[in-house]
């Protein structure tokens, strides 16, 4: 009995003891199991209704996570879903943050070249293609498509069936559909799912979805090929088979059925784009108007203010401030026009006054401002300083100004009462000072109407009537500055301006060697005109580069007719300082008169001064290297008459000097002046120059400069300048330069 006791107790021992080591392993089973049950997914956030990020929650969404959610909990698993910052899924492979990446529609190699394996199929995804309006899909071979980087996997696919189409990857939905509009691309391709949410931007509402299926692609998920990779994939395909279609088809009709699409800003504004462009405009006209109209009360108040202040209540006038306001003003803004200042005033005023009442004064002043106002333009001015003393700011325009100003305003003044039947003729003093360049600069009205003053009590001192200038000097150069500058583009069109031609010879020859191109001018009302005039004038009013550029022209011209009569021959150029700026391309403007004239560049030098090189010493040298880059001889004309010719020398690329013989003529030491000739001569030698010696005026100066070495020259005792028929006639003559000592 105690044996069968003792027995049933150690049976019931062995009992307790194997139930607790079944449930021991079983606890061990279930918490190893834990961490396996946990599945890591990466998917992309940018293919909404696929896959996306709920705007509210924040949380990875869409038809492919709830299936593969779905497939995973059939699977035993608890999925969780991570956002691929990778940009495309090949690199997403390679990163052990993932489990397992969709989507896929095959296996593929990762970007590390490492073999894959894929999942059963989800569900089968359409592909369409998408068009601007009604435009007609070429034929799927011939055409350009554009798609999104992230499918770069089904981009392959695609190529695979359609051998010849071309596809172009953009990272962003917008840029594919920028390419589309501009014509870049045929066709964008993309899933039907993801085309139902993108279309329902507003702005996108000129894309049409093609009706036909370009094919389908399996929604596969796919991981790297290892034994854990196997045993994830093999798990989820049970899971995959257990869902139902029934199933598959309520995840897809719940996504497809909303409205996912939220609008932004810019797609309230294209859609109501019809309402807020008027809504806009009249929102502009009115802020317009509003400012308009506040400035047009601003205007009128301060019109008001200024007739208190600045105008003569008699004679609605300027006063002396307000003339003085209005001069300068016109200075600054108009600092090219040739202004005169007069101050005039009637003699015996005051008995007009006594005599006639003042009221009859009052209608005379009121009549000299209606003659005067109605001959100025709004670049003049007018002013009553005080009683009957008037100043004007009057532009000079040309000679016959003051005649026309003398007949419509000072000779009905003079005759004012003798044109109402009094015998009366009335004294007008005028006094005039020509405004300078220097007054355009530091401006003061107060010294200049006391010039004015002071010519008008010069008048009024000598009993005389009429006018007399403060400075007469200036005025006669104002008026010269006019006549020429005003008269040049005439000048020019008209031929009054004609090249002429000195020529050059090689002295030991005997010949002509070529020529320097200089103008002359015959103004139709000034007669010949000296270069030594009108070239200052057009350099001071910045002019001169019209005049060069008619000269180049004229010379290239010269030159194409004298190479179509087999008449080789090279002419100099002046190039004036003012024509070298940075804003015009002096090279270029050469380089295109040879191309059309048909002219090689060495049959034009250009002449450069060496005061060019005082005045822009950086650009010059790189004008001069542009030049020679285009094949032309540059000269340095004028060499030795400025005090910077050895550094210009050293700095400036020149193919040949002409030299200034100044120092053989005039008063000094000519011994000195021989030797500085004769060492000159030697330095340009050295330095693999070429030479001309200008200004050659005598036979002992030109056999000095050939004893030195010295062959080309120029000058009085040659030629002088000739127009352009003469210098063809005597290109060919011998030259007989016993006759010319």
Not at 22 to 31: E, Y
Not at 122 to 151: A, C, N, R, W, Y
Not at 539 to 553: C, V
Request: charged letters at 30%; one cysteine or more; proline letters at 4%.
């Amino acid at each position: 009995m105690k044996v069968m006791q003792n027995i049933k107790r150690y049976s019931i021992f062995l009992i307790c003891l194997f139930v607790l080591a079944f449930l021991g392993t079983t606890a061990s089973a279930d918490t190893g199991n834990n961490d396996a049950d946990s599945i890591v997914i990466g998917v992309p956030a940018d293919r909404c209704p696929v896959f996306y990020l709920d705007p509210e929650t924040k949380e990875t969404v869409g038809i492919g996570v709830d299936l593969m959610r779905a497939a995973a909990e059939e699977a035993g698993y608890s999925a969780s879903f991570k956002v691929i910052t990778e940009k495309t899924n090949k690199d997403a492979l390679d990163n052990p943050e993932y489990d397992i990446i969709m989507p896929f529609g095959s296996a593929i190699k990762s970007s590390s070249g490492k073999e894959t394996i894929v999942t059963e199929n989800l569900i089968q995804t359409p592909f369409t293609m998408v068009t601007k309006g009604d435009k007609k899909l070429p034929v799927l071979h011939e055409s350009h498509i554009g798609m999104l980087s992230s499918l770069a996997g089904g981009a392959e696919t695609v190529k695979q069936l359609y051998p010849g189409i071309e596809i172009t990857l953009y990272d962003t939905m917008p840029e594919c559909v920028k390419a589309l509009r501009s014509g870049e691309v045929d066709a964008l391709m993309h899933n039907s799912y993801v085309w139902s949410y993108v279309l329902q931007k507003p702005s996108y509402s000129d894309l049409k979805v093609q009706p036909a299926t370009m094919f389908s692609m399996d929604l596969r998920a796919g991981t790297l090929d290892t034994p854990e990779g196997r045993l994830i994939v093999d798990r989820l395909n049970g899971g995959i088979e257990k869902l139902t279609d029934t199933r598959k088809q309520a995840i897809i009709l719940d996504y497809t059925s909303r409205r996912l699409y939220q609008n932004d800003f810019w797609d309230y504004v294209f859609e109501y784009r019809y309402l807020l462009v008027p809504g806009t405009i009249f929102f502009i006209l009115l802020i317009i108007g509003i400012v308009h109209r506040q400035r047009a009360i601003r205007r009128k108040q301060e019109e008001k203010i200024r007739e208190l202040t600045e105008k003569d209540p008699l004679t609605g006038m300027l006063n002396l401030e307000g003339f003085k306001k209005r001069v300068e003003e016109l200075l600054i803004t108009h600092p090219e026009n040739q202004y005169l200042l007069s101050f005039s005033n009637i003699k015996n005023f005051k008995f007009i006054n006594e005599s006639m009442g003042r009221e009859t004064g009052d209608d005379l002043l009121r009549f000299w401002a209606e003659r005067s106002t109605a001959t100025l333009s709004d670049e003049e001015t007018m002013g009553r300083i005080t009683g009957d003393r008037f100043a004007v700011l009057r532009k000079y325009t040309d000679a016959e100004q003051m005649g026309r100003d003398e007949k419509e305003v000072f000779e009905p003044l003079r005759n004012y009462f003798i044109d109402r039947g009094k015998e009366i003729q009335l004294q007008i003093c005028t006094g005039v000072y020509a405004i300078t360049p220097e007054d355009h600069k530091n401006i003061d009205v107060d010294r200049m109407l006391d010039y004015a003053r002071m010519a008008e009590k010069k008048v009024r001192e000598t009993l005389k009537t009429g006018y007399e200038f403060y400075n007469p000097e200036q005025w006669e150069k104002g008026k010269q500055i006019i006549d020429i500058s005003g008269h040049l583009s005439a000048a020019l069109q008209s031929d009054e301006i004609q090249v002429w031609y000195q020529p050059q010879v090689d002295y030991s020859s005997g010949t002509i060697s070529g020529a320097e191109a200089l103008c002359r001018w015959k103004h139709t009302k000034l007669g010949w005109i000296s270069p030594g005039v009108f070239i200052p004038v057009l350099e001071e009013t910045g002019m001169i580069f019209d005049l060069d550029s008619y000269i180049w022209d004229k010379v290239c011209q010269d030159l194409h007719r004298w190479n179509e009569e087999g008449k080789r021959r090279s002419v100099s150029v002046n190039l004036s300082r003012s024509d070298i700026r940075e804003d015009r391309s002096i090279p270029g403007i050469f380089y295109e008169l040879i191309k059309k004239y048909d002219l090689d560049p060495e049959q034009l030098r250009i002449e450069i001064t060496e005061t060019a090189y005082v005045e822009s010493p950086a650009f010059l040298i790189k004008t001069t290297s542009e030049l020679r880059e285009y094949g032309f001889q540059v000269e340095m004309d004028d060499f030795g008459s400025g005090y910077s010719s050895l550094h210009m020398l050293k700095e400036v690329p020149v193919d040949r000097i002409k030299m200034d013989l100044h120092f053989l003529t005039g008063a000094g030491d000519m011994e000195k002046s021989r030797i500085i000739i004769t060492q000159v001569i030697k330095l340009v030698e050295l330095l693999g120059m070429k030479l001309i010696a200008e200004g050659v005026e005598t036979k002992a100066q030109a056999d000095f400069l050939k004893d030195r070495g010295c062959q080309e020259m120029q000058g009085y005792h040659f030629f002088k300048p000739m127009p352009v028929e003469d210098f063809e006639k005597a290109f060919d003559k011998e030259l007989d330069y016993d006759k010319r000592a």
